[in-house]
């Protein structure tokens, strides 16, 4: 039973009707990780142990007759910023690389409610500071279509495992496009959340004001799933929402696709965008236009500023929340220091990684006094007319349209060396963030060479659901792979 060319849920149905036993789905998964990750490296930390208790927990419980959620005994990879009981979590970084939590992260501990047995924690760029998965302390993913390529980043240890079906379901983050670029680049499902629709508690921060976690999946379906396990209230995080959640969508068929009106952001195309990227957006407005959709091009002039914007306020954030690692409670901690000011020094100075402290010392600086009005106070005025901009356009239209990254996935050490060049790998994925709207990733065919595109849809906030079934819709007709080895072979 080839399970990998599966989708969790269809997974879940076989579990359901005891055709094969949760246990068996997890040795399957754990022998093909083991199969591939020698060339991918999609993970930093694997639990097969812990999974196959859990698993054999589901065998049991169904053996009683006892109903289970639909996702019970699924293997999930989660990414390693999130904090697991008992389990390393490094953030992919040398200043914790001992670090064993005392306890489960809010989505953590959804998932143990469930009963998905945790595969793994997957690889990242150094606490979520990167679009490429090279800034990991301890070694690059590489993406499962080519491995001379990037999977993208932070979460691209997450897009890795699910497009090459190490797992069904993966979470990653999402500060900037985190969880949306490497879905991209891997050719899978991922979703930003509406900020405050998933618990951040016992994620470590990066930017608390743009930090959420969000799943990535094979399938919109599966997304949905996973999505509608860990949303919810939380009061344990202060910028959780205690709203009703999803807006009330209907089903999403050919008639209801007439009532639709869609926006293509004129901003994403031009200079910086690759020609593949933008014809596959024009592809999918032509889909949504011969199903009667209304669609028309829309202008978002603010989002020039929105990429300086972005990376101000993320340095800022940044840079406070990681003045916690100073190496005395917790943490790396250098070999020598003659007193306590070089020991702090030193400890931070080996401990982070070049990117961390680029944005560190550039989120100071922004702090600092004399510099804050010019820097951070004006970054903050611009997000909120950003804000003002995309709530105007959200009320004519029902999603706006566009390129998830401006390329198709680069070639390893390609822009490692060039920040620049590297932050712009971000530039489709930062407005949602700043306005805390909800946005998807959709695969959105290939290169010439075989590699991924993805597509952006993006929504007013708690439009989840609609984005799922426009996905839904969109994958239905098209039937991308969205699973490597189908494309390119087994290759570990």
Not at 321 to 328: A, K
Not at 435 to 462: C, K
Request: charged share 25%; net charge negative; proline share 6%.
């Amino acid at each position: 039973m080839e399970l990998d060319r599966m989708s969790a849920l269809e997974i879940g149905e076989r579990l359901g009707k005891r055709e094969i036993s949760a246990e068996e789905v997890v040795n399957y998964f754990w022998e093909r990780t083991q199969k591939l990750e020698p060339e991918l490296k999609s993970f930093l930390t694997t639990c097969p142990e812990e999974a196959t208790g859990v698993a054999r927990q589901v065998d049991e419980l169904r053996r009683r007759g006892e109903r289970l959620p639909p996702l019970a005994g699924i293997p999930v990879a989660v990414k390693d910023n999130l904090s697991t009981r008992g389990i390393h979590t490094t953030c992919g970084s040398r200043f914790l690389e001992n670090y064993i939590p005392p306890y489960d992260a809010a989505v953590i501990q959804k998932l143990k409610e469930n009963y998905l047995p945790v595969l793994g924690k997957t690889n990242m760029d150094e606490f979520g500071m990167g679009s490429s998965t090279e800034n990991s302390a301890f070694y690059p993913t590489t993406n499962p279509w080519d491995f001379s390529k990037v999977p993208g980043g932070s979460s691209g240890g997450s897009a890795a495992a699910v497009a090459a079906r190490q797992v069904p379901l993966a979470l990653g983050t999402d500060t900037g496009g985190s969880v949306r670029q490497p879905a991209a680049f891997c050719g899978v499902f991922g979703l930003r959340p509406t900020y405050g629709r998933v618990s951040r508690y016992g994620l470590i921060a990066f930017a608390s004001s743009l930090d959420q976690v969000g799943p990535i999946t094979g399938t919109p379906e599966d997304g949905e799933a996973l999505f509608d396990l860990i949303a919810g209230y939380d009061e344990r995080d202060a910028t959780s929402l205690d709203a009703p959640g999803d807006i009330a969508e209907p089903e999403l068929d050919e008639q209801r696709v007439k009532e639709i009106k869609v926006g293509v952001i004129r901003e994403q195309e031009g200079n910086g965008f690759a020609p593949e990227v933008v014809e596959s957006v024009k592809e999918m407005a032509s889909f949504w236009e011969s199903y009667g959709a209304a669609v028309e091009e829309v202008s978002l002039p603010l989002t020039e500023y929105a990429l300086a914007a972005y990376y101000l306020i993320n340095a800022a954030e940044a840079s406070s929340n990681l003045g916690r690692y100073d190496g005395i409670q917790y943490g790396y901690r250098t070999g020598y220091a003659a007193d306590l000011q070089e020991l702090v020094f030193k400890n931070r100075e080996e401990g982070f990684g070049q990117e961390v402290k680029r944005r560190i010392v550039l989120g100071t600086y922004a702090l600092s006094s004399g510099y804050y009005d010019d820097y951070c106070l004006k970054a903050l005025k611009t997000r909120t007319l950003i804000l003002r901009d995309m709530q105007r356009v959200l009320q004519t239209y029902d999603f706006l349209l566009g390129p998830t990254t401006p390329t198709p996935p680069f070639g390893l050490g390609e822009k490692i060396e060039d920040p620049l060049q590297m932050y712009l790998s971000d530039v489709c994925t930062i407005t949602d963030p700043l306005v805390g709207n909800a946005a998807i990733s959709v695969p959105g065919g290939f290169t010439p060479e075989g590699m991924p595109l993805g597509l952006q849809m993006s929504a007013a906030p708690f439009r989840e659901s609609f984005l799922f079934k426009l996905a839904r819709f969109w994958q239905q007709r098209k039937k991308y792979l969205t699973c490597a080895s189908l494309q390119c072979g087994e290759k570990g």
